[in-house]
């Protein structure tokens, strides 16, 4: 309730008025082509693989994020996802469905939260957004996916490791057997889309397609972003 009865002030710039102002709003950085086909990076031309996602073996056939993951889209998610302003998955899945082609898939489904955090937050960003983001899409959303184990953070684990981190992580729970988008707010290294969507093919999806609406962007010689990635 808080979001609705504090005074509201943009989340990137500061201005007195809306969690996200007009400004901002159009100002958003987007993920332009080219990119990569697999992961969504982008690329200086298109790519079916990239450097970042080149030798990986991924579940998903496809991942693309609305925005990039720069330092006011950081305060944007961060107000979303730690300090309880739950309206923003409206306002996440306006500008992915404004931003993304509505992907051919059978259903919707999410990341599933941690417990432990979901508890803390009173609510899930991921499963908002997804649920959201199917409403515009006119498609059904089913929680698919359960965690198999509690979290350690992803947050300053080296690449390798977060990939031993959620190896596993993820089972599904219901039957899936066509194609489903898995939805989650912020890709990073990829490494937790990577191991849900494992769990979904493993379960029989045919096809595994990924939607975020931010996307940590490498820049060259810097590395990943410092996008909280959630823990597992
Ligand atoms: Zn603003
Ligand atoms: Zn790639």
């Not at 008025?17 to 987007?30: I, K, M, N, S």
Request: hydrophobic content about 45%.
């Amino acid at each position: 309730m808080l979001d609705v009865l504090l005074p509201q002030r943009c989340l990137v710039c500061g201005a007195g008025g809306a969690q996200l102002c007009a400004g901002c709003r159009a100002r958003l950085p987007p993920l332009e082509p080219p990119l990569c086909a697999r992961c969504g990076a982008p690329t200086a031309w298109p790519v079916s693989r990239c450097r970042e996602c080149a030798g990986r073996r991924l579940a998903f056939a496809t991942a693309r994020g609305a925005v990039a993951y720069d330092d006011g889209v950081r305060r944007l998610v961060a107000g979303w996802k730690e300090r309880g302003l739950r309206r923003l998955a409206e306002t996440a899945a306006e500008l992915v469905a404004e931003r993304l082609p509505r992907p051919d898939v059978a259903v919707v489904t999410f990341v599933p939260a941690d417990e432990h955090r979901r508890l803390h937050r009173g609510h899930h960003p991921a499963e908002r957004l997804a649920y959201a983001l199917a409403s515009h899409w006119e498609l059904p959303c089913e929680p698919l996916l359960e965690r198999t184990r509690s979290a350690q953070r992803q947050r300053g684990l080296p690449l390798a490791a977060r990939r031993r981190n959620v190896a596993g992580a993820f089972r599904a729970v219901a039957g899936v057997r066509g194609t489903a988008l898995l939805v989650d707010d912020v890709y990073t290294s990829g490494a937790t889309v990577a191991a849900a969507a494992s769990a979904l093919r493993a379960d029989g999806a045919r096809r595994v397609e990924v939607v975020t609406f931010a996307r940590a962007v490498r820049t060259p010689g810097v590395g990943l972003g410092r996008a909280p990635e959630r823990p597992i």
